[in-house]
C-alpha cells in the first residue's frame, strides 16, 4: 500500500469547513484513498473513499488532485462532533480491507 | 444488526496469564481483523483472516494466536500475558468485494481496552 502523510494537527472553527490534507505521492492506478477516522478511542469510522473523481456522501467531500498524488477531506460545516484523529489510508480495492495501514492521522480540533 | 461485537470491555491481567479476547460480526464478512493500538499511535495490525479456516499473521503477531473455526467469530488469545501487551485491540470485520465501488470499508468493534500488570 502507498505511504500517506497528514499534517499532525489541526484546528477548525465550529460551523466552519474542515479541509483535512493528505499527500500520497506513490500511489498507483488502482488504489484508491479511504478516509477513516476515530473518535475520543472509540473504534474507527468509515467517512468516505475514491479513486479519482471527487466523492460526496452525507458526511464528508473527498476531492482528490488530478495527478492523485493528493486529496482533500471536507467536512462541510464541522461540528463540535467532528473533533476526532483522521486517517488518510491508501488500498487496492480488490485486496480487501482486512490489512489496513494506520498512519499517524490528523488530530482535528472543532473549536467553539 | 449489532455490526462488530468486541467482549470484554475492560480487562486486567497479571503477567503470565492467559485470556481470549471475543470477536463477533452478524454481517456476513468475510474478512476479519485484529489491531491493536497504544497510546498517541495508529493502528498495527496482529491477525486477519480471509475466510473460515484461514488466518494470516499481520505486523505484530508475536504473543498472539487466532483461528477462525466460523464466518462469524475471530477470537484473538493471548498466551502468556506480557506489560508489552498493555494495550486497546480492535477487531473489524469486511465484505470481501472483486467488483464494484460499494460495500469495501471495514467495520470496527468499540474496543476492548487490556492491561498487563
Known amino acids: 500500500d502507498a505511504k500517506t502523510t497528514q499534517p499532525p494537527s489541526m484546528d477548525c472553527a465550529e460551523g466552519r469547513a474542515a479541509n483535512l490534507p493528505c499527500n500520497h505521492s506513490?500511489?498507483?492506478?488502482?488504489?484508491?484513498v479511504y478516509w477513516y477516522r476515530q473518535i475520543h478511542s472509540q473504534g474507527p469510522q468509515y467517512i468516505i473513499h475514491?479513486?479519482?473523481n471527487n466523492e460526496t456522501n452525507e458526511m464528508a467531500s473527498l476531492i482528490i488532485t488530478e495527478d492523485r498524488k493528493s486529496s482533500t477531506l471536507i467536512l462541510p460545516h464541522a461540528t463540535l462532533r467532528d473533533t476526532a484523529v483522521y486517517y488518510c489510508?491508501?488500498?487496492?480495492?480488490?485486496?480487501?480491507?482486512?490489512?489496513?495501514?494506520f498512519g499517524q492521522g490528523t488530530r482535528l480540533t472543532i473549536n467553539p | 444488526n449489532a455490526g462488530v461485537t468486541q467482549t470484554p470491555k475492560f480487562q486486567v491481567l497479571k503477567t503470565g496469564q492467559s485470556m481470549t479476547l471475543q470477536c463477533a460480526q452478524d454481517?456476513?464478512?468475510?474478512?476479519m481483523s485484529w489491531y491493536r493500538q497504544d497510546p498517541g499511535m495508529g493502528l498495527r495490525l496482529i491477525h486477519y483472516?480471509?475466510?473460515?479456516?484461514?488466518?494470516d499473521q499481520g505486523e505484530v503477531p508475536n504473543g498472539y494466536n487466532v483461528s477462525r473455526s466460523t464466518t462469524e467469530d475471530f477470537p484473538l488469545r493471548l498466551l502468556s500475558a506480557a506489560p508489552s501487551q498493555t494495550s486497546v485491540y480492535f477487531c473489524?470485520?469486511?465484505?470481501?468485494?472483486?467488483?464494484?465501488?460499494?460495500?469495501?470499508?471495514?467495520?470496527f468493534g468499540q474496543g476492548t481496552r487490556l492491561t498487563v500488570v
Open positions: 454481517m456476513n464478512h468475510e474478512y
Open positions: 489510508i491508501v488500498r487496492g480495492l480488490i485486496q480487501g480491507a482486512q490489512k489496513l495501514v
Open positions: 506513490t500511489i498507483s492506478g488502482n488504489e484508491y
Open positions: 473489524a470485520s469486511s465484505y470481501h468485494t472483486p467488483t464494484g465501488f460499494s460495500g469495501t470499508e471495514a467495520f
Open positions: 483472516s480471509v475466510g473460515a479456516g484461514i488466518t
Open positions: 475514491g479513486l479519482k
